[in-house]
């Protein structure tokens, strides 16, 4: 069974950081691209960030280009998402993703 497991969310001030992390297991996570994608409160999903298997090539949404990093620990089956210069717009549940399957999400809030 697969299972995606993320954390580090939580409320943070305008131009603030977070990282997310996301353990992986039931699957086979070093052969597997790996996403984080997001949903606003009312808005549909975003993919966000997308890493291919062994973490050398990485594509960015254009509205956080140059803010979110996204990496991966293949020895700790654990994806991982960076969020720098955060925005008030960047407030969303945000999911770990296989092609098929996302996490619970984990709660980033962007308020001053």
């Known amino acids: 069974e697969v299972q995606l497991a993320e954390s580090g969310g939580g409320l943070v001030q305008p131009g603030g950081s977070l990282r997310l992390s996301c353990a992986a297991s039931?699957?086979?996570?070093?052969?597997?691209?790996m996403r984080w994608v997001r949903q606003a409160p009312g808005k549909g999903l975003e993919w966000v960030a997308i890493i291919d298997s062994a973490g050398d090539t990485t594509y960015y949404a254009d509205s956080v280009k140059g803010r979110f990093t996204i990496s991966r620990d293949n020895a700790k089956n654990t994806l991982y998402l960076l969020l720098n210069s955060l925005k008030t717009e960047d407030t969303a549940m945000y999911y770990c993703a296989t092609v098929h399957e996302r996490g619970r999400g984990t709660q980033v809030t962007v308020s001053s």
């Open positions: 039931g699957f086979t996570f070093r052969t597997s691209v």
